[in-house]
């Protein structure tokens, strides 16, 4: 294997390393016996991914002595559901998987948030092992335990914190991903920095310039540092707050709750997410920038980033600012008029700021429109 | 509130308290101010209990200051499903319920076990609080932090550990309870009796004296302490091993493999969960003087006691004693051709016996047909 960074979270009997290295996708066999994994695996992933990468992560595990079963279902958040658990955990338990098998979760962030659901549920709960293969999902979602699907009521509603037994990341299976995928995935990124690691905004902005038209070898082969350094900065922070309750998880919000309400009232899939996290950070910057304290110079920083990026910091035609102000924040979230609310004092010094009004979040939202 | 008897589980950040009294529904409000539970509550109940306490837990709720909304699903262990939790889960989202809302379980095993595991998933857990109203759950199931539901593939495959806040215990409900569902229930407590607790065998027996046409005032009276003494021999064991990793949790399946297997190879509902477990004890009784150097005087006092309750002792027609045998272990359970198997060295003395062959559970299940 070639270059390799590898990342430990400590949190006591649920501690578990993150690998980070070019070809890693063909250790994970012997990765799982490291990690002290008995049992049958099942490996569950997409119509996109399982064509991809399953035969290989199949023969790895059953070189290292696993039976190994595998389960598909059709690639796409509408498939993140209940429907899509229960036929699967009955695909699972007849393949004769019981409460000493572990899942292995071989995707984007959609198969590792549902496969890590039914990992959590499966015999009242089983060890798993992701195997993230989208950006987002490798500098951001595999790791953390979070786990949901999504129901008509919303999504993400019903979910649990289970912690993965082991994260495998393999830089090499973002080759093929579109430039647009890899640039929504990059706006974590740019999140993470502007949380903890200001300076890293400067790598991301040098790393812009070699998208086009995807991530090359070249490229490729300076990947493992820089997602390695997102991941620590957020397992840092799940460290302290594994569960979020203390306020401190919540950092990791930043730009999320405006850019989910702006997600939520476009038609699914008109923005990615990590677009929506784009105009979100924007709003956050600005709603920082009136509130905590955070310089022009600083907000630039961010937004020079973003934009070399080419991810989006206006709102698309079409958007409804009142009703994007009521996906953001029902009514009910709001205590004596204000709501908790993620804004940067300085770069790299965040806060959970309970001051934020209505016709704050209102402002934000008009600011992103021109 | 008259006559009291508390058990409480030592489980670190997880300990709580099981309260049980005569009349005690009504104190729920205030229980759960002391047990620190904030935020809005919501009850799930079914078709049969709703009708008759959800009022009353309503209204003890409601004069504690609690916002509260009820819902009501079609009683029964068909509905312990994924798609009663998904249209509960939509109920709550509407009724304005978020991470720090929870929800109280009011009713049987049925309501317990699905309640439960809602709360366990809704917003990735929120608290719950158990209000068992049948011997069963009272007894057994109300207790512990086992939670699930049934798919396609077999009951309680998909399921939580998640420990309720506080449990209530109101012998009061059990007085419309039918004498068979009573029966059922008493089941469970012959079981604790004989891991741990022989000499309740003889209380048990002059109970069952009263059970026709139903438990009256007077014995009502006497059931705080009996119900008090078995959930203390469940809780010191749960305390011991929570999640059933070590083998002694294991102790309270006493009776319940070969019984799951009896009530799997008859026709939905045709015998009670506990009066399969009746039938299980016997042939357990039976493994554990070949096996364990049970006495046969042992064995009489549990058969007399169970005989005395009028729970089965002999199959019911139409059993197949092959299909019971192959669901109460299917051959992949077997490593060298012996599956794990609780057993009695003396009455109070369990073990987790590895020895047990196909031919053993064979005989065993013969032994019931006479």
Request: aromatic share 4%.
């Amino acid at each position: 294997m070639e270059h390799m960074a590898n990342v430990s979270l400590s949190l006591g009997t649920k501690s578990y390393d993150v690998h980070v290295a070019n070809g890693a996708l063909e250790t994970i066999g012997h990765l799982c016996n490291s990690a002290a994994l008995n049992g049958k695996a099942a490996i569950i992933t997409d119509t996109n991914i399982g064509p991809l990468y399953a035969g290989r992560v199949r023969q790895s595990l059953e070189d290292s002595g696993y039976t190994v079963s595998l389960h598909i279902f059709t690639a796409g958040e509408a498939h993140k559901n209940l429907n899509t658990i229960e036929s699967i955990v009955n695909e699972m338990v007849q393949a004769g998987h019981d409460r000493t098998s572990f899942v292995v979760a071989l995707g984007g962030g959609v198969v590792g948030d549902m496969a890590g659901f039914l990992a959590s549920i499966y015999y009242r709960g089983i060890p798993f092992v992701q195997i993230p293969t989208s950006v987002m999902a490798q500098v951001d979602s595999s790791v953390g335990g979070k786990t949901a699907v999504d129901l008509a009521a919303g999504k993400n509603l019903i979910g649990a914190f289970h912690q993965p037994r082991l994260v495998l990341i393999d830089p090499n299976t973002l080759s093929t991903l579109s430039p647009r995928l890899i640039r929504e995935g990059m706006a974590e990124m740019v999140k993470h920095a502007a949380i903890r690691n200001p300076g890293m905004l400067h790598t991301l902005r040098n790393l812009a310039e070699e998208i086009e038209p995807g991530f090359t070898p070249a490229t490729i082969e300076k990947l493992p540092d820089i997602i390695a350094a997102n991941i620590a900065i957020k397992a840092r922070i799940v460290e302290e707050d594994e569960k979020e309750t203390l306020g401190i998880r919540a950092f990791l919000n930043l730009g999320h709750t405006i850019g989910h309400g702006i997600e939520a009232a476009l038609p699914y899939g008109e923005l990615l997410h990590g677009e929506a996290v784009s105009l979100g950070l924007r709003a956050a910057l600005y709603l920082s920038r009136r509130h905590a304290g955070l310089s022009a110079a600083e907000e630039q920083d961010v937004l020079d980033t973003l934009r070399a990026l080419e991810l989006p910091l206006t709102l698309p035609e079409g958007v409804d600012i009142d009703r994007a102000l009521a996906l953001t924040a029902s009514d009910k979230k709001f205590q004596n008029g204000s709501i908790r609310f993620v804004l940067l004092q300085r770069l790299g010094a965040p806060i959970l700021s309970k001051n934020i009004t209505k016709q704050d979040l209102r402002d934000a939202l008009l600011e992103l429109t021109h």
